[in-house]
C-alpha cells in the first residue's frame, strides 16, 4: 500500500483544514487507517483511527470533538477534518495503515505516507 497525504497549510487558530490520505498500489480492503502527528521536538503522536468497516473510529483525548475521522473506500481514501484548530496542533501529519484493527501504536503501522504539514497560527 502506497500513502500520499495531501491538505496541510498554515491556519489561524479556530479556523479549519481537512487532509487527505489516498492510497494505491494494492488492495485498501480490510486495512485501518490511522493518522499521527509529529511536532518538533517530540514523538509521533496518534491522532486518529477508523476501522476498514467505518465501524470504529477512535480519536487521541487532544483532539476529540474537534477532529473527524472518514474514509471513502471506493476511492480508497480517508479524510481527517480538522476545525477549532489550536497552535498546539501545529506538526507534521502522517496518515498510515495496517491490517491488525485499530491501534494507537505507531510501530503497529507497516505503511505510510510521507507526511503533510499543517501550521496553526495563534
Known amino acids: 500500500v502506497q500513502l500520499q497525504a495531501s491538505g496541510g497549510g498554515l491556519a489561524q487558530a479556530g479556523d479549519s483544514l481537512r487532509l487527505s490520505c489516498a492510497a494505491s498500489?494494492?488492495?485498501?480492503?480490510?486495512?485501518?487507517i490511522a493518522w499521527f502527528r509529529q511536532a518538533p521536538g517530540k514523538e509521533r503522536e496518534f491522532v486518529a483511527a477508523?476501522?476498514?468497516?467505518?465501524?470504529?473510529?477512535y480519536y487521541a483525548d487532544s483532539v476529540k470533538g474537534r477532529f473527524t475521522v472518514s474514509r471513502d473506500n471506493a476511492k480508497n481514501t480517508m479524510y481527517l477534518q480538522m476545525n477549532r484548530l489550536k497552535p498546539e496542533d501545529t506538526a507534521i501529519y502522517y496518515c498510515?495503515?495496517?491490517?491488525?484493527?485499530?491501534?494507537?501504536?505507531?510501530?503497529?503501522?507497516?505503511?505510510w505516507g510521507q507526511g503533510t504539514q499543517v501550521t496553526v497560527s495563534s
Open positions: 498500489g494494492r488492495a485498501f480492503r480490510g486495512y485501518t
Open positions: 477508523i476501522s476498514w468497516r467505518v465501524d470504529i473510529k
Open positions: 498510515a495503515a495496517q491490517s491488525l484493527g485499530v491501534e494507537v501504536s505507531a510501530p503497529l503501522y507497516g505503511y
